[in-house]
């Protein structure tokens, strides 16, 4: 079975630093695109990262662009999302994704499968 699990988020006040984790079971991600998408209550959910897993390749959504980092761990089949100077506006739940494709994108819809999310609060 094909899992995704997100670790790590928490709360933290604004300018923080918090570090994702996402791990996948019943697959590799060799050939796949792995994204970090966001979601807070009321809006619709929003790409935030993403990395080619075997290239390496990354984008990032502008609103976190120089803030976040996102990395993959080829020998333990990780990504992670380091943030830091986190925001309010950073607040919400944070899935990781997956597809079989090495063209970098953040749009949702892309993705096939995804994990349960961790939440990430941000106070100020």
């Known amino acids: 079975e094909v899992q995704l699990v997100e670790s790590g988020g928490g709360l933290v006040q604004a300018g923080g630093s918090l570090r994702l984790s996402c791990a996948a079971s019943?697959?590799?991600?060799?050939?796949?695109?792995i994204g970090w998408f966001r979601q807070a209550p009321g809006k619709a959910r929003e790409g935030v990262a993403c990395?080619?897993?075997?290239?390496?390749?990354?984008s990032y959504a502008d609103s976190v662009k120089d803030r976040f980092t996102i990395s993959s761990d080829n020998a333990n089949n990780v990504v992670y999302l380091q943030m830091d100077g986190l925001k309010p506006e950073d607040t919400g739940v944070y899935y990781c994704?997956?597809?079989?494709?090495?063209?970098?994108?953040?749009?949702?819809?892309?993705?096939?499968?995804w994990g349960q999310g961790t939440q990430v609060t941000v106070s100020s």
């Open positions: 994704a997956a597809v079989l494709s090495l063209v970098l994108r953040l749009d949702a819809g892309a993705y096939d499968y």
């Open positions: 990395i080619t897993f075997s290239g390496g390749s990354t």
């Open positions: 019943g697959f590799t991600f060799d050939d796949y695109l």
